[in-house]
């Protein structure tokens, strides 16, 4: 019977999909390291007042198909790991390429379901004050391991799984929470935050701080389907209009759900800090100038489309920042930069996305304007493959069968290759991202 189940499991369309977007497995001296899937992530995460120090017990799940080490990420260096009740050792290697670094478990497991359990500290984006605690994930894609795996220990982004937070602040009992997930309340200092299932390591934000750090402002937007989605806006920034951020978001949540249809997540969290911004799930932190970019890659990037590795990272920042300009068209196209064909294992978006990307989109918009441009089949990715993690080629696949034509050839002379032409005719500055440096201060 547990044979049977196994079976069943290892060969499930869902899990097979997941598994084929892992990088391919790899011989080392220290054993087989073998990609694996993630089922569950709870983590039991203590802030500690008095000691100024914030650790977590995570609890993973998680299902090899192969016999072999397993990899998965964490920055931090464990300060305890248990893996199927054994206690154990990890290690940071490099992919083979040297392209990426991550940990592996020194334990060789079978195929079946593992139990990892592993304590850490959090180092990263927390500050103890006098009121309390201000700590949060804030990610960056733009470079290596900048992740999830920055704070908790988490899989590559090729991965969808179960996060549960468990938060205990000791002798903090003034703490708010700003997060994409369900927040339920025990009592003044516990808290259980809960995400979807769909969620991968760059889906989830999560920030706390004392109760009155930030202004907010708390509202509800009526989406097109009827639903009354809350908004949370919240600013780092002194001097920030919160009635001026509303404006923005509702026009742009307008503008958006009536180029792509319905708000795609169930609630709308805004941090207005810093230049330029990041997106999750419903989520962002931001500058108001960005406020549209980043709200739209809560369809593109983290919802309706999703990445499966940093090969596939261009497409949501190519096309989040052509929508951004207006949707337009150009009959030109000259840009050509390897965004697609790194390395399997590059992990990081590469930032020709804003410029060689987006120019790249407004041909497709051009080249496509008899058959309802580059929005209809936006329009039917969204409706077809929300939330499901996609590779560049996935995603040529689609779109090759629905305008009826072979594109990959046309991927492949300008978004697999580099030729080193000089393509960006700019009429603004580029979005970019903050790095975790720039964002650190916002606490
Ligand atoms: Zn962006």
Redesign the pocket.
């Known amino acids: 019977m547990r044979l049977i189940l196994l079976f069943t499991i290892l060969f499930s369309a869902n899990l097979q999909a997941r598994i084929n977007h892992a990088p391919s497995n790899f011989q080392t001296s220290d054993g087989n390291v073998i990609f694996v899937d993630f089922k569950t992530g709870e983590y039991d995460i203590t802030f500690d007042s008095k000691n100024k120090t914030v650790n977590v017990v995570s609890k993973i799940t998680f299902l090899s198909d192969e016999t072999g080490v397993p990899a998965f990420d964490l920055k931090e260096n464990p300060t305890q790991m248990i893996l199927d009740n054994e206690v154990i050792t990890s290690k940071v290697i490099s992919s083979p390429d040297k392209d990426t670094w991550f940990r592996i478990a020194l334990k060789t497991i079978q195929p079946g379901i593992h139990t990892l359990i592993i304590t850490a500290p959090i180092k990263e984006e927390v500050l103890f004050t006098s009121d309390g605690v201000s700590s949060a994930f804030w990610f960056s894609d733009l470079g290596d391991r900048g992740l999830l795996e920055t704070y908790l220990p988490a899989n590559f982004e090729y991965d969808q799984y179960k996060i549960t937070l468990n938060l205990d602040f000791k002798n903090m009992s003034k703490q708010k929470i700003y997060t994409n997930g369900k927040i339920s309340k025990f009592d003044n200092n516990k808290f259980k935050v809960e995400f979807p299932e769909t969620y991968t390591s760059s889906s989830l934000y999560f920030h706390t701080a004392p109760i009155d750090r930030y202004p907010e402002i708390l509202f509800k937007f009526r989406s097109i389907d009827g639903r009354d989605i809350p908004v949370t806006i919240y600013s780092g920034v002194k001097g920030t209009s919160l009635e001026t951020a509303k404006t923005k978001t509702l026009s742009s949540l307008e503008g958006l759900e009536s180029k792509y249809g319905p708000f795609l997540h169930s609630s709308v969290t805004i941090f207005i800090a810093g230049n330029g911004g990041m ?1 999750y799930c419903g989520a962002t932190m931001t500058d108001t100038w960005s406020l549209n ?1 980043e709200l739209t ?1 809560s369809y593109f990037a983290r919802g309706g489309f999703m990445p499966a590795n940093g090969n596939a990272g261009w497409i949501d ?1 190519a096309i ?1 920042t052509w929508s951004d300009e207006g949707s337009g068209m150009r009959p030109d196209m000259n840009a050509h930069s390897n965004m697609a064909g790194n390395t399997e294992y590059r992990r990081y978006t590469h930032s020709d996305a804003y410029s060689a990307g987006k120019v790249f989109m407004y041909y497709l918009n051009f080249k496509f304007q008899s058959s309802g441009g580059l929005t209809s089949f936006l329009n039917h990715l969204i409706q077809t493959s929300a939330f499901q993690p996609m590779t560049t080629e996935e995603f040529v696949q689609k779109m090759s069968a629905f305008y009826s034509e072979d594109m990959m050839p046309f991927f492949k002379s300008h978004v697999y290759t580099d030729k080193g032409i000089v393509y960006v005719n700019r009429t603004k500055p580029v ?1 970019m ?1 903050m790095t975790q440096q720039e964002m650190r201060q916002y606490l």
Do not use: C, S
């Open positions: 997106e970019h890659h920042e989040t979005h991202k």
